[in-house]
């Protein structure tokens, strides 16, 4: 029966969710309720069909479970190649933000700092880059790495995100550091400090690198355009393909595709809540200007 245990789990699922995301929503005037339906209300079905048989979804998918079934978990595990899967997320994600995060950060500064017009039509063309649809680059992007032989290769599928990724990391840093007072840099500049010392030991530690880091994090991992394009090879596509397993021509498996779905879902959550300080942190900081 639905007992203490299962309330415990749903009990701490919602106190997961960051209050920082209800506080933000009470100052567009969202009352609880509204709260509830949109954002906790779909975390809560997902989780609490995930530990129902096909038998109970089918008689009541709305209603709360007998007992926890957690043989959906483990026939998700088996099916979807979870380890595997995870591993080949991490492998694109990691490298993808190293080179997104350095990258954009250099270039962003001295766009930041050099006022102007040149750094300005540089900034607006990286804003452009925000506004293209990205199906509008998929087959030029597989036509390229076809002739450079990068298809079905973990680094082919790296350098297509950390290009898609660079207009908004740079858009967003440059107006971050924008926003940063200049006598934090000059502060630096009676120890000695180079401009990249001054980039390195300042500007980089910020708040921001974390926010960013974790937004193209996010990105990446959800992405479900470009691995099953660029890659071929079952063992190398990602968690987000692996989940898709479960949706048919025809319909979807429910008693599978909800336990990935939070399986998937729980390594972001469990970061998010790590670092969500930073994130906010950050993300307020970079709307400042």
């Not at 270039?107 to 506004?131: D, F, K, T, W």
């Not at 107006?175 to 180079?194: G, K, M, Q, T, Y």
């Not at 974390?210 to 691995?227: A, E, G, H, K, Q």
Request: hydrophobic share 55%.
């Amino acid at each position: 029966m639905f007992n203490g245990f299962t309330c415990a789990i749903f009990l701490a699922g919602f106190a997961g969710i960051p209050e920082e995301i209800g506080e933000a929503g009470r100052l567009e005037g969202v009352t609880s309720w509204q709260r509830f339906r949109y954002l906790e209300q779909p975390l809560f079905y997902m989780v609490m069909l995930s530990f129902k048989t096909s038998t109970e979804i089918a008689q009541d998918p709305l209603g709360l479970p007998d007992s926890l079934y957690w043989g959906n978990y483990m026939e998700a595990l088996a099916s979807m190649g979870y380890v595997r899967s995870v591993l080949n997320s991490m492998g694109i994600t990691i490298p993808v933000i190293i080179v997104v995060v350095f990258a954009c950060a250099m270039a962003a500064y001295p766009l930041a700092r050099l006022q102007n017009r040149i750094s300005r039509v540089i900034v607006m063309v990286m804003a452009l880059g925000l506004a293209t649809p990205k199906f509008v680059t998929i087959t030029p992007i597989y036509g390229i790495f076809r002739d450079l032989e990068l298809l079905d290769s973990y680094l082919g599928v790296v350098l297509a995100f950390a290009v898609l990724k660079l207009p908004l990391a740079v858009f967003f840093y440059a107006s971050f550091i924008a926003a940063i007072p200049i006598e934090l840099e000059e502060a630096a500049r009676p120890d000695n400090c180079s401009n990249w010392q001054v980039f390195w030991h300042v500007i980089r530690p910020l708040p921001v690198t974390v926010t960013l880091s974790l937004f193209v994090m996010i990105m990446v991992w959800n992405d479900f355009v470009y691995p099953p394009v660029l890659l071929t090879d079952k063992d190398k596509l990602t968690v987000m393909i692996a989940v898709y397993k479960f949706v048919g021509n025809i319909g979807i498996n429910p008693t599978g595709l909800f336990p990935a779905a939070v399986l998937v879902s729980l390594f972001l959550l469990i970061l998010f809540a790590e670092f969500q300080r930073k994130i906010m942190g950050g993300a307020a900081a970079g709307a400042v200007k």
